[in-house]
């Protein structure tokens, strides 16, 4: 297994993982966060977390006091585990493995959620389906269906999504999406409400979509 050394905590990650500085890598993106996460939360979770890159980024800031995680990839929650461990953050972070909130308990709640998803909704050439596709959006579905049960009244969603500028290059990236394919999902379910979109200034085909819990 790799690490990375992130603000004073060493992050254990492995392939299919990167740590990349640069985009799409994890640290990319957790750099690519600070243009939204300016204000501290008690408790912050990434959802697909993989390695937790972005997690970890920002607990190593203390932009957040405790951190959830949770993946569907075995490999991932090694790594997580292996960070708590190594760290000694097993009473600030915690773990699940679970499809989409299929296996997390009621129990679990948070202030912020954040995601660095699956991109694409169809498999493309030279993809990883895990990493970035989610199949005719039934992850994001599954998402905007519950997540109201997992944050606090007025509880935030900020995730990272992709346009692609619209358009597959058929090389390395699949058809992007855009936000009018997550408005009616969010809108379906009366407990939260869109709050809005904007484009990262890092790379504008990355855009935010923030989501609120009314009820
Ligand atoms: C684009 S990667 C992002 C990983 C990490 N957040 C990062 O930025 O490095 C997408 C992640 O979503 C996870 N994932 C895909 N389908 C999932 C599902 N049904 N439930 C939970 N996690 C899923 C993958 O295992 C992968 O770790």
Redesign the pocket.
Known sequence: MKSFQLNGLKVFYQIP?SHSVNLPG?IG?ARMYEEVLTEQVDTLY?F????A??GFYFLSKGICENLIL????PL?IECVLKTIEYNDLGDKVEVWM???FKHIPYKVNADLII?????HKKIYDGCRE???V?LNWK?HKNYYENVHRFLSYGGKSIWIENSAKGKPDGRYEGEGSTKDDFIPMIEKNKNIEYVGSENCSFDEKYYFLETRRVR
Do not use: M, R, T
């Open positions: 993982y994890g993106f990434e697909c977390s993989g390695p890159f972005i949770s993946d569907i990839n991932a679970s499809d989409g995601s660095n998803p699956p991109h895990l990493l970035h989610d992850l």
